[in-house]
Nanobody, 119 residues
Framework: QVQLVESGGGLVQAGGSLRLSCAAS????????MGWFRQAPGKEREFLTA????????SYADSVKGRFTISRDNANNTVYLQINSLKPDDTAVYYC????????????WGQGTRVTVSS
């Protein structure tokens, strides 16, 4: 099985930056894609960005293009999310997820890390 642990969240003023981490352990060799999601109070979980671990190919939701950057460190089984120019609307719990094969659904989730952006 795969376990995911997010870290790096906190309280930040609008305009600031954060770097979130998602560390994978267990059967990491089975992971094909890792992605970042967030869930704000009263809203459904939304997709932000994803990366294919083998090739480094990335994708981004339109809402975060230009401000969010996903990267990977395969040697340490870790994926990062760099968030710049934070806005109050970015306030949410941020989750990482993993899919274990091409076209597979995200089947493993971390516990989440909370990001709060003040104005």
């Amino acid at each position: 099985q795969v376990q995911l642990v997010e870290s790096g969240g906190g309280l930040v003023q609008a305009g600031g930056s954060l770097r979130l981490s998602c560390a994978a352990s267990g059967r990491t060799f089975s992971i094909y894609i890792m992605g970042w999601f967030r869930q704000a109070p009263g809203k459904e979980r939304e997709f932000l960005t994803a990366i294919r671990l083998s090739s480094g190919l990335t994708s981004y939701a339109d809402s975060v293009k230009g401000r969010f950057t996903i990267s990977r460190d395969n040697a340490n089984n870790t994926v990062y999310l760099q968030i710049n120019s934070l806005k109050p609307d970015d306030t949410a719990v941020y989750y990482c997820g993993a899919a274990t094969g091409p076209g597979a659904e995200y089947d493993t989730w971390g516990q989440g890390t909370r990001v709060t952006v003040s104005s």
